[in-house]
């Protein structure tokens, strides 16, 4: 009699065991799938992506500079856009603004935005920006207000990633909202 209950006892042990197993085997196949397709979409965010960087001639050598620099942009991925050209930024997927040049033209540069999936970086030394302007700047999606150049290289490079690049696989997984 206990052979009998101690074979079923075993059996039921051993089977939930394997479904156990495959139940984790699924979840980390599953986390594999999403981290591939993660850096799938940050190599084609990187390799094809255009950054228009509307400034001064002195400061777009030094962001673009400084962009290079860290190995991780190509510099013909970086165009400059002057002041009266505007139109010359409208193709690129991310945009760079300095404030000081180009403050009074944001509302134009926002506008010219194909969707609000192209991120803005506002570039502006601290207290620069109007307050009344800050609050109008801050309630515009994808749109980050940046004053010091370490957090410039880390905000491009999160807008990267949470901006997924037109032909992103990560559609399938986030949908396309």
């Known amino acids: ?11 039921f042990i051993a089977g939930i065991s394997v479904i156990k197993l495959i139940i984790a085997a699924i979840v980390v196949l599953n986390v594999i799938t999403l981290i591939t397709s993660l ?13 228009a960087i509307f400034s001064s001639r002195e400061t777009y050598e030094s962001l673009s500079e400084y962009l290079t620099n860290s190995n991780i ?14 139109e010359k930024g409208k193709t690129a997927t991310m945009y760079i603004v300095e404030w000081k040049t180009f403050g009074q033209e944001i509302d134009q ?12 970086i506002v570039y502006a030394t601290p ?19 940046v004053n010091a ?9 999160v807008s990267m990633m949470t901006t997924g690049y037109k032909g992103s696989r990560l559609r399938r997984f986030f949908g396309d909202n």
């Open 73 to 86: 942009f190509k510099q013909k991925n970086i165009i400059h856009v002057k002041e009266g050209n505007l």
């Open 109 to 120: 540069i926002f506008t010219m935005r194909g969707n609000m999936q192209t991120p803005a």
């Open 39 to 51: 850096f799938f979409n940050l190599g084609i965010n990187l390799k094809k992506r255009q950054i």
């Open 1 to 11: 009699m206990f052979a009998n209950s101690y074979d079923f006892i075993v059996n």
């Open 149 to 157: 150049r370490g957090r410039l290289l880390n905000d491009v490079f």
């Open 127 to 145: 207290g620069e920006i109007p307050r009344e302007k800050m609050g109008d700047i801050s309630m515009r999606s994808n749109t980050v207000v």
